[in-house]
């Protein structure tokens, strides 16, 4: 996996100071890393009959949708609060300071579906958490859940103990 972290930039004191920012867009414009990030990520879950991929917006779509295609899988969004046209149901979580809220369509899986979650990246896991709650409350099944990158130092894995995680590459540390 040196070979897809070396393709993403780290960013520091972005988006404020004390921060390391992981940027993903070095790594998608790298043809071969991204279809390599692609190809693990269907390698670990091909044998799962993966229904749908759920991914969280607005990175998690990226690799989520070439994900879903390559599985043969639907794919459905989750969206910050407003942004979707139909019925849906939402999931309010917290931040570092306050709260925010992810919604998804009602009618976006049925009863039973095996569903793969993707997002970018895993913080402190609250906003995955969310999103599990949003596929239980749909009955769904949670074959897994997929990370392009994972900040193993802030211990997001610890909040999604119950499930299959997967992720590309870990950080062990902020720097």
Known sequence: MKQ???TIRSIPDFP???IMFRDITTL??????????????????EKSRIDKVVCIESRGFILGSALAVSLGAGFVPIRKKGKLPSHVIREEYALEYGTDVIEMHMDALQPGDRILLHDDLLATGGTMC???KLVEQLHATIVGISFLIELSFLQGRTHLKDFDIYSLVQYDRES
Not at 28 to 45: C, F, G, I, M, R
């Open 4 to 6: 897809l972290s070396d």
């Open 16 to 18: 404020k100071k004390g």
């Open 28 to 45: 998608l414009k790298d043809a071969e890393a991204l279809q390599t990030s692609v190809n693990l990520l269907k390698t670990h879950y």
């Open 130 to 132: 969310a999103a599990v």
